[in-house]
């Protein structure tokens, strides 16, 4: 492994062959594997995720699959968190973490300096605020609201006190309005990272999709969500993934058998769509066409990572 590179993600819309291509390049860099699929983290959602099995995996460690029950929730700042723990863990290791998956904000977060408003906070501040709230009404912080963030004033009442206080706290935290806050992140690198990307032409993007949803349907996918329905499993923001919610939706009374897997297929094609489109414009991305053999992906590939490391 050359030490130049801290990390590589291998990225790209559902069904581009990403698992191939960053299995192989795990054994040639001495790499271990990080999930970067957001759905990926829950257990039980193996199908509908199309989920790694261990077969795939070559001897390849892989790490933060199957971390979540499916009735808990799962934010990107706790993805964040684990992901950059893993990171260190491995590189502590002489390894190369490789993140791969199609979450591009998930691997965004990661990467680069993404902070979340949450972030910016002071309990200290906050309740100073409060007390001053209690004692003098909300029009003197909605008056110094104003001054000093007129735009976020311009979207809160008065009476909206929560959003009133929090507003103020960011400012007081870190000394940008809200929307600055928001907007200087994610720009600038947190290690010396190298983002692959596959692509295809819509076209066969999207016969892949299908096939792969077919696929899916043979495996037990049916099975699968329904065993998580008559768990009572059915709001949760686990199977609020694609495959999962149109199926849930087929055991409601919603939908027939057909109508759930034509939506499982439309809803991951507009999926895969709206992934490029994110990847494109918010990430530094050296992309590769996955319209070749395992072979020549990983070859152009290897091409890439050997001209980063010039």
Same mark, same amino acid.
């Given at each position: ?10 990225? %790209? ?45 070559? /001897? ?67 309740? !100073? ?33 929560? !959003?009133?206080? !929090? ?63 008559? !768990? /009572? ?19 409601? %009374? ?57």
């Amino acid at each position: 492994m050359n030490e130049s590179i801290d990390v590589i993600a291998v990225v %790209g819309p559902t069904a581009s062959g990403k698992t191939a291509l960053s299995t192989a390049l795990a054994l040639a860099l001495n790499g271990e594997i990080i999930n970067g699929d957001a759905m990926q983290v829950y257990k039980e959602l193996n199908i509908g995720t199309a989920k790694i099995h261990p077969s795939e995996m070559r /001897g390849v460690p892989h790490h933060f699959f199957d971390v979540k029950e499916p009735t808990e929730s799962f934010s990107v700042a706790e993805y964040q968190e684990a992901v950059r723990e893993w990171i260190a863990d491995i590189q502590s290791r002489g390894k190369l973490p490789i993140i791969v998956g199609g979450s591009g904000m998930y691997i965004q977060a990661v990467l680069f300096d993404y902070r979340f408003t949450e972030q910016a906070a002071d309990p200290v501040i906050r309740q !100073r605020l409060e007390e001053e709230l209690e004692s003098s009404g909300s029009d003197d912080l909605y008056a110094r609201l104003r001054m000093l963030d007129p735009k976020s004033a311009e979207s809160i009442h008065p009476n909206n006190h929560r !959003r009133l206080i !929090r507003a103020l706290e960011i400012v007081e935290v870190t000394g940008r309005t809200k929307q600055e806050h928001e907007q200087q992140q994610g720009n600038q690198p947190m290690y010396r990272e190298l983002l692959i990307g596959l692509d295809l032409p819509r076209e066969q993007l999207y016969e892949r999709i299908d096939r792969r949803v077919d696929l899916m349907v043979e495996a037990g996918l049916f099975a699968e969500v329904h065993a998580l329905w008559e !768990r /009572g499993i059915r709001d949760t923001q686990a199977v609020q993934a694609i495959g999962y919610k149109e199926l849930i939706a087929h055991f409601n %009374g919603q939908l027939t058998k057909e109508q759930a897997i034509e939506a499982v297929k439309k809803n991951t094609r507009n999926y895969a769509k709206r992934q490029l489109t994110y990847f494109r414009n918010k990430l530094p991305i050296q992309w590769v066409e996955a319209n070749q053999s395992n072979d020549e992906i990983f070859r152009r590939t290897s091409k890439i990572i050997e001209d980063f490391q010039k």
